[in-house]
């Protein structure tokens, strides 16, 4: 049986990178005594997928792990199991079944929504909503991204689905989380304070990831989000 589990990670586990995330969940789902199902051969591993890595330092309440298992009590059973041996700074949100023709997490992702907030104090603007709406309303945002073997020149605004401040003065902001292209939120922040002339340093503000979302629509229709842990009820 296919299973997908949603975990929120935060407080001092946002500084556990992927590999370190995902070696403690190996731990955590044998203490918890999950009857979990183990690839074949001469190093068989616990058969286990997650959603997008989240960066160090970014914390989610909308992380995604999916498992595969040889037999279970119950979805809610299996939650308070794994709840029982997790640490500070991870928590189980919910376990889903997952129906036979369902894609593995990391195949889903199309999209996550972001909340940026400053550590202490507000953004150095008297109006953020107005600055937000002037930001996104540009007709492309161009962006230089430099890796070790290469430069490419990207259009931020076609990955920015949504992007607007809330009532608590934060921002937020729904992005292209794909394989094929994945905008990273620190990137259309950065454009953000050259737009409106802020020097912040990235340390000044916290990253959190609010949900992950798979699309459902068809070829050529309009995106249909839904988030990764409904789409067995579709």
């Known amino acids: 049986m296919k299973i997908r589990i949603k975990f ?7 500084f556990i990178g992927h590999l370190d995330t995902m070696r403690f969940f190996q731990k955590a789902i044998r203490r918890a005594g999950i009857d979990v199902k183990y690839s074949e051969g001469f190093s068989p591993h616990q058969i286990m997928s997650f959603a997008a890595p989240l960066g160090v330092g970014v914390e989610s309440c909308g992380e995604y792990m999916d498992i595969e298992v040889l037999s279970m009590t119950s979805t809610e059973d299996m939650k308070q199991a794994l709840n029982r041996v997790m640490v500070k700074g991870i928590e189980i949100l919910s376990v889903t079944p997952l129906p036979e023709r369902a894609k593995n997490a990391m195949a889903s992702v199309a999209a996550a929504s972001y909340r940026i907030h400053m550590k202490e104090g507000g953004f150095p603007v008297t109006d953020l909503k107005t600055c937000i709406q002037g930001f996104y309303g540009q007709e492309t945002i161009p962006y230089t991204k430099e890796t070790k073997k290469s430069v490419r020149e990207l259009d931020l605004k076609q990955g920015i689905y949504e992007m607007d401040a809330d009532d608590e003065g934060g921002i937020r902001m729904l992005v292209n989380a794909s394989s094929s292209g994945n905008i990273k939120p620190s990137m259309v ?46």
């Open 189 to 234: 922040f950065e454009k953000l304070c050259q737009y409106a002339g802020w020097e912040i340093l990235p340390s000044a503000c916290q990253v959190t990831r609010l949900e992950t979302y798979a699309d459902l629509a068809n070829e050529g229709e309009m995106p249909r989000f839904v988030p990764l842990s409904e789409i067995e009820s579709l």
């Open 8 to 14: 929120a990670k935060y407080g001092v586990m946002k």
